[in-house]
């Protein structure tokens, strides 16, 4: 399973970015997908989910109301809008594609650095 994520960065507090996650599958829109982000040393957790048809978007506390997850299902993409980034959000995030819902995710990519600093 392809899952390529890429538009991190390097952004100051307060900006924002916008990270995409391209899974080229015949059947891209059948599965529910996510964000995931790992911070080093740290697990894994789960930053928003999205069920196959875009209705159900349960987001992390800790990003609740400055992210917005969205897919394209024509273009089998998936999209994590961050705004009023955070030091605290400097992780790697990963895409991640699941079953079932709330979703167990069971493949994921290589993830893209996201660095909030000033």
């Known amino acids: 399973v392809q899952l390529q994520a890429s538009g991190g960065g390097l952004v100051q507090p307060g900006g924002s970015l916008r990270l995409s996650c391209e899974s080229p599958?015949?059947?891209?829109?059948?599965?529910?997908l996510g964000w995931l982000r790992q911070v080093p040393g740290g697990g894994r957790e789960e930053v928003a989910a999205i069920s196959w048809n875009g209705l159900k978007t349960p987001y992390g506390d800790f990003v609740k109301g400055r992210s917005t997850i969205s897919r394209d299902n024509a273009n089998q993409t998936l999209y994590l809008q961050m705004n009023d980034l955070k030091p605290e959000d400097t992780a790697i995030y990963y895409c991640?594609?699941?079953?079932?819902?709330?979703?167990?995710?069971?493949?994921w990519g290589q993830g893209t650095q996201v660095t909030v600093s000033s």
């Open positions: 991640a594609r699941g079953a079932g819902w709330p979703p167990k995710w069971r493949y």
């Open positions: 599958t015949h059947s891209f829109n059948t599965y529910p």
